[in-house]
C-alpha cells in the first residue's frame, strides 16, 4: 500500500496564478484533511473533508478551495497565489471516529510551495 | 487557534538519557495524540491516549494525561540519535459541526547527540 500520496513535491508560482495539489489515499479512509505548516506555528488545518463528496472549512480557509469527489483523493486548490500561501502543505486521512476506529491521522510526505 | 501547546520548544540531550516533553491544552477533548516528524517528511503517528486513561505505554514512549490539568508528557526513554525529531501533541476535540477534528500544537525540536 502506498498510503497517503501527494504531487507535486515541490512548486514555485508567481503571485496571482492557480494551481491544484493533489492527494490520494489508498486505505478506504472516510476522512481527509489538508493542512499548511509554516516556521513557528505547527500545523494549521485549512478544509477538511468527512466524506465522499462533503467539505468543510478549518482554522485558515481564506484563498483555498477543495473537492472530494472520489473517496480516495482530495484537491486543494489556490485560485490566485499570494505570498503569503508560500507554506509547506500535507494532506492527511484517517477512520471516522463513528467507525469505532481510532482517528489517528496517516499524512503524506508534503508539498513545498514557493509563490513569488 | 492552537489548542495544545508543547514545552519546551526545544531539547537537546545525549544519547542515553531521556526526553520528557510537556503539552497543555485549553478544552475538553476526546483523545491525545503525539505525532513526530523527521526533518522534510511527513508526521507520523506515535500514541494516542484516551480522555479516560492516565498512562500508557509503547516501547521505549510512555505518555500520561491529566484532564484535571490539561495536560500531557511524552518520555521517550533510553534516547537514540535517531530520536531527533520534532514532536507534536495533537488534541481531539468535537466541534459544533459534530465532526472532530485534530488541533495540532507548535511541535518540541528534539536534538539528541551520539
Known amino acids: 500500500n502506498a498510503g497517503v500520496t501527494q504531487t507535486p513535491k515541490f512548486r514555485v508560482l508567481k503571485t496571482g496564478q492557480s494551481m491544484t495539489l493533489l492527494c490520494a489515499q489508498d486505505?478506504?479512509?472516510?476522512?481527509m484533511y489538508w493542512y499548511r505548516q509554516d516556521p513557528g506555528m505547527g500545523l494549521r488545518l485549512i478544509h477538511y473533508?468527512?466524506?465522499?463528496?462533503?467539505?468543510a472549512k478549518g482554522e485558515v480557509p481564506d484563498g483555498y478551495n477543495v473537492s472530494r469527489l472520489k473517496k480516495q483523493n482530495f484537491l486543494l486548490g489556490l485560485e490566485s497565489a499570494a505570498p503569503s500561501q508560500t507554506s509547506v502543505y500535507f494532506c492527511?486521512?484517517?477512520?471516522?471516529?463513528?467507525?469505532?476506529?481510532?482517528?489517528?491521522?496517516?499524512f503524506g510526505p508534503g508539498t513545498r510551495l514557493t509563490v513569488l | 487557534s492552537q489548542q495544545g501547546e508543547e514545552d519546551p520548544q526545544a531539547l537537546s540531550i545525549q544519547e542515553g538519557e531521556n526526553a520528557t516533553m510537556n503539552c497543555s491544552y485549553k478544552?475538553?477533548?476526546?483523545?491525545l495524540q503525539w505525532y513526530r516528524q523527521n526533518s522534510g517528511r511527513g508526521l507520523v503517528h506515535l500514541i494516542l491516549?484516551?480522555?479516560?486513561?492516565r498512562e500508557k505505554h509503547s516501547g521505549r514512549l510512555r505518555v500520561t494525561l491529566d484532564t484535571s490539568k490539561k495536560s500531557s508528557s511524552l518520555l521517550i526513554t533510553a534516547s537514540r540519535a535517531a530520536d531527533t525529531a520534532s514532536y507534536f501533541c495533537?488534541?481531539?476535540?468535537?466541534?459544533?459541526?459534530?465532526?472532530?477534528?485534530?488541533?495540532f500544537g507548535k511541535g518540541t525540536m528534539l536534538l539528541v547527540s551520539p
Open positions: 486505505m478506504n479512509h472516510e476522512y
Open positions: 495533537a488534541t481531539d476535540a468535537e466541534k459544533n459541526s459534530g465532526y472532530s477534528t485534530l488541533t
Open positions: 492527511a486521512s484517517s477512520y471516522s471516529p463513528t467507525s469505532g476506529l481510532y482517528n489517528e491521522q496517516f
Open positions: 473533508s468527512v466524506g465522499e463528496g462533503t467539505t
Open positions: 478544552t475538553s477533548i476526546n483523545n
Open positions: 491516549i484516551r480522555s479516560n486513561e
